[in-house]
T-cell receptor, first 117, second 114 residues
Framework: GAVVSQHPSRVICKSGTSVKIECRSLDFQATTMFWYRQFPKQSLMLMATSNEGSKATYEQGVEKDKFLINHASLTLSTLTVTSAHPEDSSFYIC?????????????FGEGSRLTVL | GEDVEQSLFLSVREGDSSVINCTYTDSSSTYLYWYKQEPGAGLQLLTYIFSNMDMKQDQRLTVLLNKKDKHLSLRIADTQTGDSAIYFCAETFAGGGGADGLTFGKGTHLIIQP
């Protein structure tokens, strides 16, 4: 089956630093990738939609200058949390849709747990 | 806006059937999904159903859709300890810049009693 890989799976950083999370589709091309954030004991919140070769579309309330998204190729999207603060600590999950076999299925990465000290 | 509601917890005995319910508000939903999330992991797609279907069965999983009542359910037959996880109901919506993002429910924690 289709595999989406996220890296790193866990990251701890100091307040004020920036952290980059990668999302790769390993065996398929994804023109669209989605970034979600999951707070403890809560559901997933869609942050932004990442389209290859164009600017990401952010959901209401998500700061685009804070959460930089780059989708440089059909298999890679990155989320950079800039000037991270403790309130940015969360579980970030990406998903991707197969552009060729568009069955409606989204393939999810394993998630990246960010802890900001 | 779109809203998806689920009960937060469900406790069943091992071997019994589990039924996880979900209600949604967006009548224009095209796909409805069930995802499973094990502790500390990402999401695994269990199954999905097109909005023009009433039922879909896949081994131990049965999905029922009542489009009139906007109610979706997931039945897991012969529940095992490995089924212990959080189950998310999700629907597609036409938003987020036009791409098919998902609206998730808060997830139902399925607890298996021995």
């Amino acid at each position: 089956g289709a595999v989406v890989s996220q890296h790193p799976s866990r990251v701890i950083c100091k307040s004020g630093t920036s952290v980059k999370i990668e999302c790769r589709s390993l065996d398929f091309q994804a023109t669209t990738m989605f970034w979600y954030r999951q707070f403890p004991k809560q559901s997933l919140m869609l942050m932004a939609t990442s389209n290859e070769g164009s600017k990401a579309t952010y959901e209401q309330g998500v700061e685009k200058d804070k959460f930089l998204i780059n989708h440089a190729s059909l298999t890679l999207s990155t989320l950079t949390v800039t000037s991270a603060h403790p309130e940015d600590s969360s579980f970030y999950i990406c998903s991707a849709r197969n552009r060729v076999r568009n069955t409606g299925e989204l393939f999810f990465g394993e998630g990246s747990r960010l802890t900001v000290l | 806006g779109e809203d998806v509601e689920q009960s937060l917890f469900l406790s069943v005995r091992e071997g019994d059937s589990s039924v996880i319910n979900c209600t949604y508000t967006d009548s224009s939903s095209t796909y409805l999904y069930w995802y499973k999330q094990e502790p500390g992991a990402g999401l695994q797609l269990l199954t999905y159903i097109f909005s023009n279907m009433d039922m879909k069965q896949d081994q131990r999983l049965t999905v029922l859709l009542n489009k009139k009542d906007k109610h979706l359910s997931l039945r897991i037959a012969d529940t095992q300890t490995g089924d212990s996880a959080i189950y998310f109901c999700a629907e597609t919506f036409a938003g987020g810049g036009g791409a098919d993002g998902l609206t998730f429910g808060k997830g139902t924690h399925l607890i298996i009693q021995p």
